[in-house]
Structures are given as structure tokens and as C-alpha cells.
């Protein structure tokens, strides 16, 4: 029975060893038919085909082409291609011999007069920078770049550079000055990006008008993103604008349906090896679990997070937050294990961020800043190591608590000052346009004395580029509906949506927030809040019986659907509380009527 065993395992080795040569047999002969087909193309054939294949995780198929292009440049002692075919061979490497690549680009290419190097060089430096999470000398590369390329009055890599820049501001939370660059590129890039740069702009773009919730912006964009999209044979790209949707249906408080497209989008990205996008697509996905309040599948979305963190060590702002999370959730637990080890986490990638964000610091958390930590992990240390340290940590703990008070005291008292004076300006304001114009037209007319908008001839020239998407007959139409809309005050009506409105007018919202945006020079939200809290500060004024009724009488006939949105938005346009504000009309009044 053993010999039989024996004689049938000596018949598998066999078997094995000739299938094993047989098959790389088949791959010779196939990698020589490969080679063959490789012959007969240019160089500029070549580089479609590599990111073509690239791009579609293709990674043997790009390698092998990659290979054949140096060969060939070196077989013709052509330096500029020699160099191409070294940056070509990096994208598949680690990222020790990817720089061993780019450095010999360097070397390759010293010599050359009037070619994109050194500024192709610096560029791509920077990019493998950025791939590895080390900004900060991502943006040397980049500036380095950039002065190369202005050197050089070389227009397509000054893009590149000053793009290359926006996606590090973007990074670090400066998404309004980001999207200034991607917008003017995306518009004005003829001759200077192609069809893969244009889409890359695009994504972009959607995202910093998703952080500064621009979103029907950012819902056109990637509407236009996905048809585009459609077309392709580029798998990344659908999966891509999923993920974007979701972080949109997120921001929309559609939390299951930003839920499904982020998983679905969380598990390409892993399949994938798109570390990067795979951690943002998580995080995002811990926000929509947060919304459900579905706090046991917001700490085992964040754990994992953490775990991706920890092995690939790509790091974001916003991973503070899910560390928080995390801290507050064994906290409650009462898990001072898990508690102690998610804030030595906390800690080892706050001060990676520092390291290279010298800007985040108004990016900390409110609740958990480093000091803080630092002092609760001591405590909680001390605590585990000796209980007789219970009272002097009682102790620090109520004199910080006082200080905290005391601070927060203050703070409030300075706050409630500069609530008041923007009250008494407004209010002088307001009753001063009064004394100078008709009521009707003022309301109509007059924008918010807290608001002022300047326009750069940059914002004008934008502006003018994506203003000719409508025709200036039907801007014409739009605008004179609109004027209706707001001298009939219909702004007030509850549940009023640019669709809505759009339908009204016999129009569509893709013009109607066009026309918006170009015309108002805001978005469609920000549009209608302005015209009903421009209606309430001069209504309060005037009338005190609409002074009297209580917050949520006030709002319903604003149109609000509740206090809180009324509230916040009549703080975030005016700078000050409704309360105050009343207070303050109520003080001038009476001084008024006893001087």
C-alpha cells in the first residue's frame, strides 16, 4: 500500500514538472509573438499601449512593454526616448528602485538642450513624493518643476506643475484655492492636457466642490464624468465616479445609498492595489455608517481603516477624526486598553501630519487636539501603573476643567461682543438703505451689508468660458423670471427645490443653476437662503409683531422646514444669532422712542 502511495506521488511530481513546461514553454513563444507585434510600433505607439494597459491594472503586459521601449532606445542610442523608457519602467516599481530610475533619467538626460528635462524630472519626482505620503517634499519637486518649465516657457509642464501644486492644497484642506486652478485648466486646457489629463482635472475638481459643498457643481460634473465614463474601456474611471457619487449622496445625508456605492467602490479599489483611493473610499464610508447611527459598523469600518494605514502608511487629515471616533467609542466602553493604544495611534499620525501640514492646525479636532491626548494618555498610564495616583490626576484633571471653563467663559463673553456689533451695522445699515430706497426694490435689490463678493478678472475670464454653456437669450429669460421670483417674494414658499423653480419657469435646473452660478455668483442654496434672510433682517426692522413670534413661526413662514436650518443659515450669512439680532433692534428702538 506505501509502494502504491508512493508510485502514484513519483506519477504527480511528473505530471507537474511537464505542465510546469509546458506552460512556460507557451509563454516564451507568446512573450516572442509579443515582442514580434512590439517591433513594428513607434515610440509614441508604445506609450499609448503601456497606459493603456496601466491604466486597466495591467501590470505584466505594461512592464513587458515598458522593457522592450529602453531596449530599443538604447539599441538607437537615443537619449530622450532612453529617458522616456525609464520613466515608463518606474510606475511599476517600488518605490526604492522607482527612484533609482528617475535618477538615471536625471543622468540620461543633463546634457540635453531644449527638451522637458530637468522639469519632466522634478515633476515625476514629486508625483512618487506625493504617492508615498511625503508632501513636503512632494512640493519641492513640484516648485522645482515649475521653475524649470517657466524657464523653459514651456506651457503644457507649467500646467502640470501648478496643477500638480492644487492637488496639495487640496490635500490639506485649501480646496477654495485648489479649485481655482482645476476649474481655469479644465476650461482653458485645449493644447495643453489631453483626454486622460482632462478627466483627472474633472475628478479634481469634484472633489474640492464636494468639501466646500458646491454640490450641484459637483453632481454636473461628475453626471458629465460618468457618461464619459461609459465610453471608455477604462475600468478605474467608472468605479472612480461611483465612489464620488457616494461621497455626494453622503453629503446630501443619503446615507444608504452612499453606503452601497462606497462599499462597492471600497472593494475595487482593494482589488485593485489603489491603496490611496481604498482609504478615502473607507473613511467615507465609516461618515455614512455615522449617519445611521450604526456606531458597530462605524468602529469596525474605522478599525480596518486603521489597519490599511498601518500598512501601506498613506495618511489624511480627515483620519483624525476616525481616531476620535475610536477614542470616544472604548471610552464609553470603559476599554482603557483599546482607548490607550487608538490614542498612541492618534498621536503617531497627528504628528506625521504636523510634520508636513504646517496649515492644519485649524484642521484639529475641537474635542481631541495633541496636547490633550498627551495629557489623558499620562493619566491613564499612571492610573494602570499605581491606583494612590487616582487624587493628583482628580486634581489636574478639575484645575484644567476650571482653566477650560474659564477660557470657554471668556471666549463666549468676546463672541457675544462681536454678535452685537455686527447686529448694530447691519441694522444701521439696513434702515440707512431704507431712508434711500423703495422698500420693494430694496428687498429685491439690496445684497446683505456682511456679504461682499470681489471678483478677480481670473474668476471673469472663468466665468466667461463656462457661461457660454447657456445662451445669452435664455440667461436673458432665466434672469427676468428670477426677478419675478423674488419681487413676488416667492422665495418664502416651504419645499422650494431648483427643480421646482426650474419647472416654474419653464426651464431646466442644468440652466437654471448656470444661469445661478454665473449670474448670482452662488450656487442655487446659497442663493434662496440669501433672498429669505435678506427678507427677515428687513422685516424684523419693521415689523415688531413678526419680532414677537417665536423661532419656529418665523422660520415656517421663511420657508424653513426647521429651526435649525433657519438658524444656521442666518448665522452663517450674517455672522450673528437671530436672538441678537431682535435684542439689538429691540435696544434701538427704545433709545429711539427715550433718547
Known sequence: MIKKNVNLYCIYKMMK????????????????????????????????????????????????????????????????????????IHFNENYSNAFKYLDSVALVTKNLKGTIYPSQTYLMKG?????????????????????????????????????????????????????????????????ITDDYQHNQIRIALISC?????????????????????????NKYNPNLYSYLSGTYNLKLKEYKTAIRKLS???????????????????YNLGKAYEGEKNKEKVVETYIQLDSNVQKYDITFPELRE??????????????????????DRFLKVDKKLDEQFQYLSTELPKKYDTPNLLQEKESIINELKNRKTILNVSVGFLLIILLL???????????????????????????????????????????????VQIETEEDKATEDKTSK????????????????????????????????????????????SEVINTQKGKNFAAYLNDL????????????????????????????YNNDQAFSLAFKKKTGTTLSIYIKEIEKTHQSSINP
Open 17 to 88: 514538472f511537464i505542465s510546469l513546461f509546458l506552460f512556460l514553454t507557451n509563454l516564451l513563444c507568446a512573450q516572442s509573438q509579443v515582442s514580434g507585434n512590439l517591433k513594428k510600433l513607434k515610440y509614441e505607439e508604445l506609450k499609448n499601449n503601456f497606459y493603456n494597459y496601466y491604466d486597466n491594472n495591467k501590470i505584466e503586459q505594461s512592464k513587458s512593454i515598458a522593457h522592450f521601449y529602453l531596449q530599443k532606445a538604447k539599441n538607437e542610442k537615443n537619449n530622450l526616448q532612453i529617458a522616456d523608457g525609464y520613466i515608463l
Open 127 to 191: 508625483n512618487l513624493y506625493y504617492k508615498y505620503d511625503n508632501l513636503k517634499a512632494a512640493l519641492d519637486n513640484y516648485i522645482l518643476g515649475l521653475q524649470y518649465a517657466k524657464k523653459q516657457k514651456n506651457q503644457k509642464l507649467t500646467a502640470y506643475a501648478n496643477m500638480n501644486i492644487a492637488y496639495i492644497n487640496s490635500y490639506i484642506g485649501k480646496n477654495l484655492e485648489a479649485a481655482k486652478i482645476f476649474r481655469y485648466y479644465l476650461y482653458r486646457g485645449n493644447n
Open 209 to 233: 466642490y464636494l468639501e466646500i459643498n458646491k454640490l450641484d457643481s459637483a453632481d454636473f460634473l461628475i453626471k458629465e464624468g460618468q457618461e464619459s465614463a461609459l465610453i471608455g474601456k
Open 264 to 282: 462597492d467602490a471600497y472593494i475595487y479599489f482593494t482589488n485593485s492595489k489603489e491603496n490611496t483611493s481604498a482609504n478615502y473610499a473607507l
Open 322 to 343: 476616525a481616531y476620535t471616533y475610536l477614542i470616544d467609542y472604548y471610552k464609553e466602553k470603559n476599554n482603557t486598553k483599546k482607548q490607550l493604544y487608538y490614542i
Open 405 to 451: 471653563l474659564s477660557f470657554l467663559y471668556y471666549r463666549s463673553k468676546k463672541t457675544e461682543k462681536q454678535h452685537r456689533k455686527i447686529a448694530q451695522d447691519l441694522i444701521n445699515s439696513i434702515e440707512m438703505k431704507n431712508l434711500e430706497t423703495p422698500p420693494v426694490a430694496q428687498l429685491i435689490t439690496s445684497p446683505s451689508p456682511a456679504i
Open 469 to 512: 454653456i447657456t445662451s445669452e437669450d435664455i440667461t436673458q429669460l432665466i434672469l427676468k423670471e428670477l426677478e419675478v421670483f423674488e419681487a413676488k417674494e416667492l422665495f418664502l414658499k416651504k419645499g422650494i427645490t431648483s427643480s421646482s423653480l426650474a419647472k416654474s419657469i419653464k426651464t431646466n435646473t442644468t440652466y437654471l
Open 532 to 559: 429669505r434672510i435678506d427678507y427677515a433682517l428687513n422685516r424684523l426692522i419693521k415689523d415688531k409683531k413678526f419680532r414677537s413670534y417665536k423661532l419656529s413661526v418665523i422660520s415656517e413662514e421663511l420657508g
